[in-house]
Each structure stands twice: as structure tokens, then as C-alpha cells.
């Protein structure tokens, strides 16, 4: 079955960079693009961006542009998310997410989050 | 970007009623969206894709309509496993955004 399981909570100082895995297994995984979401706690769902473990190619939200780097390798298939510059506004749960068939962005598996926290 | 606006925001109904919620964009997003339910400390629950799809083993009680700028979600009988909050969000247009939400709580 499609399982997306992402790496464990952190907590990062104010500056500070941080990266989420996203280890798959169960399809394809080049042939589905990983969209990326958050959530800001007490707001509602945010679009972060997607990339394609196949051609490497990303869209990111404009809001997140020049801060976010979002990666794969294929070889353990795992998809990443890496955001910069980290701000206390960018404590949120973050979670990857699989698209319902290769040429939608409906996302149908989802990881299970992953709470990063900035705090000084 | 396309704005999703969602109405009502919030609304209160109890088990075995029918509700809708309607998801309105700001510019046309032609049948590319899609509508989450959102529930504490789990991840969103696809419901609907392209408007009015089910994806496998999401109940019938479930039904999305629309094109174009406005759509809507209904649910008919209401069962104690759906409140929580739904989103709808659009995939034609990059950012892929989403609806502010429409909190659904019992009665």
C-alpha cells in the first residue's frame, strides 16, 4: 500500500534552516509529483509547493521563493523539504503528499506531518 | 493568485443532517478542484477531486458539484466522523491554493 512517512518533530532557533524528509514506498515513485502543505497552527492549509522526483523541476509558492528548496533521491525514495531562514511564523506542521494519478495535484496520501517549532 | 473563498465559515449541524458548503474562486478554475476534510493531529482526507470524484472507499454521503467559479460540497446524513474542518482547494492555476476553511461542528 502507498505509505508517505515523514522525519520526527524539531525544534530550530530564529536564522536557522531545516529539512523534512518524506520516505515512500508502495508506487512509482517518479511517476507521482510530491506536493508539499502546512499548516500554521490556528490557520488553515497553505500550499508550500511540488517537484517532480522524475525531472527534478519545482513550483513553489511565490510567498516561499529564495527561502524553500524542495529535493529528492531517487535511490531511497525520499523527497525533501527545505526551508531557510526560519521564522517563528513558520512554526507549523508540515506534510508531503501524493498526487491521485500522475496528471492531478489532487493530493491523496498524505505523510503523517511533521511539527517544526522556531523558537529562541 | 486564485482566491478560494468558502462559505460559511463556520456552521453547526447535528448527526443525520444534510449540509452544503460552497467554495468560490476569483477567477476560473474549470472542474481542478478539490475539497479536504481536516481533522486534529491527522493529516487531510481527500473527498472530492476534479469537483465531483470520489476517490475509493470515501462514503456515497459525499458530493461535489460545480464548474468554473463556484462549487459546492454536500453531505447527506451526517455521520459523527465527519466534523472537522474542510478545505477546498484548486490545481489549475500555480500557487495551488486553498479555501480558508469551513469549520463543522455538532449541534
Known amino acids: 500500500q502507498v505509505q508517505l512517512v515523514q522525519s520526527g518533530a524539531e525544534v530550530k532557533k530564529p536564522g536557522a534552516s531545516v529539512k523534512v524528509s518524506c520516505k515512500t514506498s508502495g508506487y512509482t515513485f517518479t511517476s507521482y509529483n510530491v506536493n508539499w502543505v502546512r499548516q500554521v497552527t490556528g490557520q488553515g492549509l497553505e500550499w508550500m509547493g511540488r517537484?517532480?522526483?522524475?525531472?527534478?523541476?519545482?513550483d513553489y509558492a511565490q510567498k516561499f521563493q529564495g527561502r524553500v528548496t524542495m529535493s529528492s533521491d531517487t535511490s531511497t525514495r525520499t523527497a525533501y523539504m527545505e526551508l531557510h531562514g526560519l521564522r517563528s511564523d513558520d512554526t507549523a506542521i508540515y506534510y508531503c503528499?501524493?498526487?491521485?494519478?500522475?496528471?492531478?495535484?489532487?493530493?491523496?496520501?498524505w505523510g503523517q506531518g511533521t511539527l517544526i517549532i522556531v523558537s529562541s | 493568485d486564485t482566491q478560494l473563498t468558502q462559505s460559511p465559515s463556520s456552521l453547526s449541524a447535528s448527526i443525520g443532517d444534510r449540509v452544503s458548503i460552497i467554495c468560490r474562486s476569483s477567477q476560473t478554475v474549470n472542474a481542478y478542484l478539490h475539497w479536504y476534510l481536516h481533522k486534529p493531529g491527522r493529516a487531510p482526507k481527500l473527498l472530492v477531486y476534479?469537483?465531483?470524484n470520489l476517490p475509493s472507499g470515501v462514503p456515497s454521503r459525499f458530493r461535489g458539484s460545480g464548474s468554473g467559479t463556484t462549487f459546492t460540497l454536500t453531505i447527506s446524513g451526517l455521520q459523527p466522523e465527519d466534523f472537522g474542518t474542510y478545505y477546498c482547494?484548486?490545481?489549475?492555476?500555480?500557487?495551488?491554493?486553498f479555501g480558508q476553511g469551513t469549520i463543522l461542528d455538532i449541534k
Open positions: 503528499a501524493r498526487s491521485t494519478s500522475p496528471d492531478s495535484s489532487a493530493s491523496l496520501f
Open positions: 517537484m517532480s522526483p522524475n525531472s527534478g523541476s519545482t
Open positions: 476534479a469537483a465531483s
Open positions: 482547494q484548486q490545481s489549475h492555476r500555480l500557487p495551488h491554493t
